[in-house]
């Protein structure tokens, strides 16, 4: 299958930014989202951008998209305690219409 | 309605039990999914259901039995469970199967087997 990579813990300030970074494998990719986990909780759909786009910008949220490195970004602007979760990218599988997850970031945000 | 709801939030489970864990959505949502979670890991795909009929099995075990009785109801029925099936068990759903449906997940259910 594909490798859809994260790192795994970012660790930032309350009223920073958080940069959340993500390299996906299947360059067919037509849609690929960002989702967050909070502890004990389901996954929700924060925003997604679509393969043609570079850029999505959606309140506090940005995400950047480089097709050509297969890099995707989540920026979060003012960042608040309430944003302390796990960020799921994923890439729809081209060939299978499945929904591939990354690996899966651990944002903590300290006062 | 614009959520997904799941029953139980938690279960505990022997390996001898039968039991089943239950998912509705009200959007009118023609696609519905099962993943498993395991901790600190990203949800893995089991079962997609596409108008009420299987269209993805993952090559799960067949103690998970996958049931959808209309479009709006998603069931997973569990027997002869293992220790390692413990895991946080999500349910989503879409408008159809299929790239560029947004998936919308439920709060899942957390099951731990004895």
């Known amino acids: 299958g594909e490798d859809v990579e994260q790192s795994l813990f970012l660790s930032v300030r309350e009223g920073d930014s958080s940069v959340i970074n993500c390299t996906y494998t299947?360059?067919?990719?037509?849609?690929l989202y960002w989702y967050k986990q909070e502890p004990g909780a389901g996954l929700q759909l924060l925003t997604y951008?679509?393969?043609?786009?570079d850029m999505k910008q959606d309140q506090r949220l940005t995400v950047l998209l480089n097709k050509k490195d297969k890099h995707l970004s989540l920026r979060i602007a003012d960042t608040q305690t309430g944003d302390s979760a796990i960020y799921f990218c994923?890439?729809?599988?081209?060939?299978?219409?499945?929904?591939?997850f990354g690996t899966g970031t651990r944002l903590q945000v300290f006062p | 309605d614009t959520e997904v709801t799941q029953t139980p939030k938690h279960l505990v489970m022997g390996m001898t039990n039968k039991k089943s864990l239950k998912c509705e959505q009200h959007?009118?949502?023609?696609?519905m999914y099962w993943y498993k979670q395991k901790a600190k890991k990203p949800p893995e795909l089991m079962f997609v259901?596409?108008?009420?009929?299987?269209?993805i099995n993952e090559s799960v075990p067949s103690r998970f039995s996958p049931e959808c009785p209309n479009s709006s109801l998603l069931n997973l029925h569990l027997h002869a469970l293992q220790p390692e099936d413990s895991a946080l068990y999500l349910c989503?759903?879409?408008?159809?199967?299929?790239?560029?449906?947004?998936?919308?997940f439920g709060p899942g259910t957390r099951l731990t087997v004895l």
């Open positions: 959007m009118g949502h023609r696609a």
């Open positions: 951008i679509f393969s043609n786009m």
């Open positions: 259901y596409s108008y009420e009929k299987l269209s």
């Open positions: 989503a759903s879409s408008q159809w199967e299929g790239g560029g449906n947004e998936q919308f």
């Open positions: 994923a890439e729809i599988d081209y060939n299978t219409d499945k929904l591939i």
């Open positions: 299947d360059s067919s990719s037509t849609y």
